[in-house]
Each structure stands twice: as C-alpha cells, then as structure tokens.
C-alpha cells in the first residue's frame, strides 16, 4: 500500500465499494493507519480501504474533518458530536468497526461512550434489543483488544 496525495495537501483514499475520496492530510492523519502509510510511503498512488465501505468511510472523513480543525473541545464541537452520533445502530456499528480498522482512536473512544451511555443504568434485556449490533461487534475480538486503553 502507498499513501496518495492528489495535490499539496490531499490525500486520496479508495473504499472497499470503489469510492474515490479526496481528503485533506490534516483530516486524514487523524488515522494512525493513513498517517503511517503517509510518512512510509509518500507517494501518489491511492489508499485502498479495503474493509470499509464509501458511506461508512464518508462519515468517518467527516468526523475527521471537523475535529482537525477544531484543536480543543469547544462547547460548538461538543453539539456537533452530539448530532453527528444521532444514528441508526448499524450505521454505528460499521463506524465503529471504519475506526478500530484505521486507527482513528478519539473517534473508536467517542463511540465506545456512546456505547456505554446507551446502556447505563439499563436492564439486561433493555440493553440486549437496541445495542446488540455493537454486542456482536465484540465478539470476534481477542482479548487484547478488549482489555487495551484507547489513547
């Protein structure tokens, strides 16, 4: 794999459906895993992103974009979050799975908080029904990856 620039300060990503992003560095470098094929790499060529679809790939660009240009939490930024999380529990499930695939640690954390606050003070079978998308999310997970810190 080779990290794209598509011009100064872009770089171009392919998901797994064939979509073409052009995202800026600041936002792409938010994933550990572009930023380290950037500063191997450095050439022109496309990331391909295998394991992660164009829609699914669009909203984790998203996130990146707004949070690269916001250097600290603002009470704005927090809103933003706040609506920017307002999804359909698939839709969560497959950014959550787009962030643990690159690397994008603010964002996996943010969405393992929304986790939790889905399920706080909840009964088990409350929990079960509405979040058992991210449930089997955990399942194919080693034991590392369930008992490491996020950064």
Request: hydrophobic share 40%; net charge negative; glycine share 4%.
């Amino acid at each position: 794999m080779s990290a794209s620039v598509s011009n100064s300060n872009n770089v171009l990503m392919k998901s797994s459906d064939d979509g073409i992003f052009e995202v800026k560095e600041a936002a792409a470098v938010k994933s550990e895993t572009i930023k380290n094929i950037n500063d191997d790499m450095g050439t022109d060529d496309i990331i391909p992103v295998a394991e992660v679809d164009g829609s699914t790939l669009s909203m984790v660009i998203e996130w990146c974009n707004k949070h690269s240009t916001n250097s600290k939490i603002s009470e704005e930024l927090k809103k933003w979050d706040a609506e920017f999380f307002m999804k359909e529990d698939d839709e969560l499930y497959h950014l959550l799975m787009a962030a643990k695939y690159l690397c994008v640690g603010e964002l996996e954390e943010q969405l393992i908080q929304r986790l939790v606050g889905m399920i706080k003070g909840k009964k088990v079978e409350a929990i079960l029904c509405p979040v058992s998308v991210f449930f089997h999310s955990f399942r194919d997970l080693s034991h590392n990856d369930l008992t490491r810190t996020v950064p």
